[in-house]
């Protein structure tokens, strides 16, 4: 998709810091991180995001989680533990319509994520 911003990275015409690189996926430091080791993995074909994800994904899938436990490896924090994330839509501030997971470590971090705990209870 040509306005496809990880689409272009993939692409070559974005820069990227690259983590890891399979057939079918990418994996590349996050512009902002919300930890000190942040990178996206992303497929090497365009899906919009975890909802569109459908059975006949499982390979492209399963490629993603090994080059996410491979960058993990590859950048120190497997041992200590690391969390994946998929954001869809809006209410998870999900701001690019390419499928990736967040693999987010190097520090420990809190659970559970995102939900201030008052308007939790207000619900
Ligand atoms: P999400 O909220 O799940 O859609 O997260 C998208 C992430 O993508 C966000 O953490 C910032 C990152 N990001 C957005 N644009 C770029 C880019 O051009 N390069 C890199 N490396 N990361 C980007």
């Not at 512009?31 to 000190?36: F, I, M, R």
């Not at 994520?113 to 201030?116: A, D, F």
């Given at each position: 998709m040509d306005s496809c911003i990880f689409c272009r990275i993939l692409a070559g015409d974005l820069p990227s810091r690259q983590v890891a690189s399979t057939e079918h996926t990418y994996a590349f430091f996050d512009?902002?991180?919300?930890?000190?080791v942040h990178f996206l993995v992303i497929p090497r074909s365009h899906i919009?995001?975890?909802?569109?994800?459908?059975?006949?994904?499982g390979e492209i899938l399963a490629e993603m989680f090994t080059t996410a436990r491979a960058g993990a490896e590859a950048l120190g924090i497997a041992s200590d533990g690391y969390r994946l994330v998929f954001n869809v839509g809006r209410h998870a501030l999900n701001s690019v319509g390419h499928l990736h997971m967040h693999v987010l470590g190097g520090q420990q971090m809190g659970w559970p994520?995102?939900?201030?705990p008052i308007r939790l209870a207000a619900r």
């Open positions: 512009l902002n991180p919300a930890a000190p919009d995001n975890a909802a569109a994800v459908g059975a006949d994904h994520p995102g939900v201030e």
